[in-house]
T-cell receptor, first 111, second 114 residues
């Protein structure tokens, strides 16, 4: 099966920048999602990357390298409300909208 | 308000007692899916449906059934629940329009099987 690797936990300071990495196997890869999930709540969509490069959306940016099987989510000007889990989910061929979710990175933002 | 709803939100039951978790969406989405989320394992897909009367197995379908008789509803059925089905369950929906990828998740159902 697919192996999605992302750090289990990260901590950062309010106002800082943090980068959450994700690696995956490239076979059958079609694109990659990032979701945010606050504790006890539903995941919410952040980004979807298909092409190589950086896509910026406000304070959040997502980067993809298809050949390296690597993505990262960059969060700038961190706020306390950014404390959440961030789920990396590559999409693979072989089934409609077949997502494989990583276990998530739990980010704690401190004052 | 566009949303995915699930009921119940919390359920404690006993082994073998059949239960149904309902899922409904008001966005006229073609695609619906059920996931379970367990600590350290991430979200795993149980079943999905591409439209009415079209369902297919995800990665962990054993012990679950689904039906899609209407476009808005996609219930998850546990015929004989067991303790290893204790988990947090999410329903999700998505439009069938190509190149529109965002899935909308329901609030979750926390199930405990004793």
């Amino acid at each position: 099966g697919q192996n999605i690797d992302q750090p289990t936990e990260m901590t950062a300071t309010e106002g800082a920048i943090v980068q959450i990495n994700c690696t995956y196997q490239t076979s059958g890869f079609n694109g990659l999602f990032w979701y945010q999930q606050h504790a006890g709540e539903a995941p919410t969509f952040l980004s979807y990357n298909v092409l190589d490069g950086l896509e910026e959306k406000g304070r959040f940016s997502s980067f993809l390298s298809r050949s390296k099987g690597y993505s990262y989510l960059l969060l700038k000007e961190l706020q306390m409300k950014d404390s959440a889990s961030y789920l990396c989910a590559p999409r693979f061929s072989g089934g409609y909208n077949k997502l494989i979710f990583g276990a998530g990175t739990r980010l704690a933002v401190h004052p | 308000e566009a949303q995915v709803t699930q009921n119940p939100r919390y359920l404690i039951t006993v082994t073998g007692k059949k239960l149904t978790v309902t899922c409904s969406q008001n966005m006229n989405h073609e695609y619906m899916s059920w996931y379970r989320q367990d600590p350290g394992l991430g979200l795993r897909q149980i079943y999905y449906s591409m439209n009415v009367e079209v369902t297919d197995k995800g990665d962990v379908p054993e012990g679950y059934k689904v039906s899609r008789k209407e476009k808005r509803n996609f219930p998850l059925i546990l015929e004989s629940p067991s303790p290893n089905q204790t988990s947090l369950y999410f329903c999700a929906s998505k439009t069938g329009v190509r190149e529109v990828w965002e899935q909308f998740f329901g609030p979750g159902t926390r199930l405990t099987v004793l």
